[in-house]
T-cell receptor
């Protein structure tokens, strides 16, 4: 079953609190991503991970960090969340190298509200 | 870096008519152009893509056209059905300043198919 699973799906935090968003995939994909989606802005790439401990900044990495200790698991961490980090966060995965068709598989999204 | 502009933020068509969503990109070297569909409250899933070595691709009722000279690509949905109602995102990657994996998304077009 090809699936990307995100936890939690909904989260409310206060400004300054830490946030952990978790993502898992069962397809043994090497490459995983974190995007955020805001109205009128589409999806913006926060971080990309090419494999375990091989992470690269995307277009908007400031205020975020990631961790990938197992191929099937990719975490997004917000240390001291800010109100402008209120958003819907999507995790995605894809094959890489010569097997990469380019297609991303997305999770269901995690809606974060920072008060 | 690459910028992808999606020209129609909303689009309404009558059931059975065709819908056309247009995107432009800035990086001449971009070579991969996928489209994703997001139904209300759900995640994104891949619908069709086109690579720069062709200028037209069709999959059932979906047609993608690519004009490399104008740096423009479009999604045509023929014989629209109510279940085509969703937000459609175009994207581009493979440009000079980014890897094949780093998709840059447009802002999204909300398509409504009216019975």
């Amino acid at each position: 079953d090809m699936k990307v699973t995100q936890m939690p799906r909904y989260l409310i935090k206060r400004m300054g609190e830490n946030v952990l968003l978790e993502c898992g995939q069962d397809m043994s994909h090497e490459t995983m991503y974190w995007y955020r989606q805001d109205p009128g802005l589409g999806l913006q790439l926060i971080y990309i991970s090419y494999d375990v401990d091989s992470n690269s900044e995307g277009d908007i990495p400031k205020g975020y960090r990631v961790s990938r200790k197992k191929r099937e698991h990719f975490s997004l961490i917000l240390d001291s969340a800010k109100t402008n980090q209120t958003s819907v966060y999507f995790c995605a995965s894809s094959l890489s190298g010569t097997a990469n068709t380019g297609q991303l598989y997305f999770g269901e999204g995690s809606k974060l509200t920072v008060l | 870096g690459e910028k992808v502009e999606q020209h129609e933020s909303t689009l309404s068509v009558r059931e059975g008519d065709s819908a056309v969503i247009n995107c432009t990109y800035t990086d001449t070297a971009s070579s991969y152009f996928p489209w994703y569909k997001q139904e209300a409250g759900k995640s994104l899933h891949f619908v069709i893509d086109i690579r720069s070595n062709v200028d037209r691709k069709q999959s059932q009722r979906l047609i993608v056209l690519l004009d490399k000279k104008a740096k423009r690509f479009s999604l045509h949905i023929t014989a629209t059905q109510p279940e085509d109602s969703a937000i459609y995102f175009c994207a581009a990657s493979g440009g000079a300043s980014s890897s094949f994996s780093k998709l840059v998304f447009g802002q999204g077009t909300s398509l409504s198919v009216v019975p």
